[in-house]
């Protein structure tokens, strides 16, 4: 099967792709400091998914778990995900009130590209919270939730 990347310029519909990254989801990726699935598997659309970022070692996110939620609307993935963290975090790409991931102020979403994943997104954040404008800002409580 072809990949969304795949140089020959098929492009795999949304349901296929979203499959593939179920698929990859479910099996574990690298060293297991970030997951994510489906969160209703009923949902026909595979619109609605949970995603876990452990934090980094050596920064303030040092082995807090964070929870977050990200919505592949229909026209994904031409268009990215709506991204929000669940757990209460402190970093510059978050919207302090709502937890929101906002797109003008993480590169990725704002210059997303089709070929991006789910995966991706919550690696290049794991890869955030340990920037030095990151690191080492102060943090609400564990386990707070937006």
């Known amino acids: ?62 082995g807090r778990i964070y929870q977050l939620k990200l919505f592949c609307d229909k026209d994904y993935p031409d268009r990215p995900p709506t991204v929000k963290f669940h757990s209460r975090i402190n970093m510059t790409c978050v919207n302090p009130e709502n937890g929101l991931v906002d797109q003008r102020k993480f590169s990725m979403l704002l210059n997303w590209r089709r070929e991006y994943t789910m995966e991706a997104i919550l690696t290049q954040l794991k890869k955030e919270m340990a920037s030095s404008h990151n690191r080492k800002l102060v943090q609400p409580p564990e386990g707070t939730l937006f």
Do not use: C, Q
């Open 1 to 62: 099967m072809a990949s969304s990347g795949d140089p020959s310029g098929v492009v795999v519909p949304r349901n296929f792709r979203l499959l593939e990254e179920l698929e990859r989801g479910e099996k574990g990726i690298g060293d297991g400091s970030v997951s994510y699935g489906m969160d209703d598997a009923d949902d026909i659309y595979m619109r609605s998914w949970t995603g876990t970022i452990i934090g980094p070692h050596n920064t303030v996110h040092e």
